[in-house]
């Protein structure tokens, strides 16, 4: 009876340990499969974009810069948005002689 109790311990833990590599195998993949498509995605978008730097000028709102660099086809709120983020500025409100740097379509 002794023997018999101490290999079923044995099986339960062969199969726990299995049961452990399969689980990080599966949780490396995933891993892995998410950090490539997150560095994959941000090299195409160097590819389009490049920066521009705009000092505002007197009379210069977030919107009137968004409107005047912002790509065809693109919502202007969620450009103005996306420049807002990217710049940290949370209300919208701007001054002159700051620089906000705005991301402009390469041609």
Known sequence: ?????????LQRIRKLRRQRRVFFLVLT???????????????????????V?????????LWSIAKEYKPDGKDLRE???????????DDCNIYCGQTIYVPVEAD
């Open 79 to 89: 450009f103005v948005y996306e420049i807002a983020d990217n710049n940290g500025i």
């Open 1 to 9: 009876m002794k023997t018999s109790s101490k290999l079923r311990r």
């Open 29 to 51: 993949l995933v891993l892995t499969l998410m950090a490539s498509s997150v560095f994959s995605s941000s090299g195409n978008d160097n590819e389009k974009y490049i920066i």
């Open 53 to 61: 730097s705009v000092t505002v000028q007197p009379g210069d709102t």
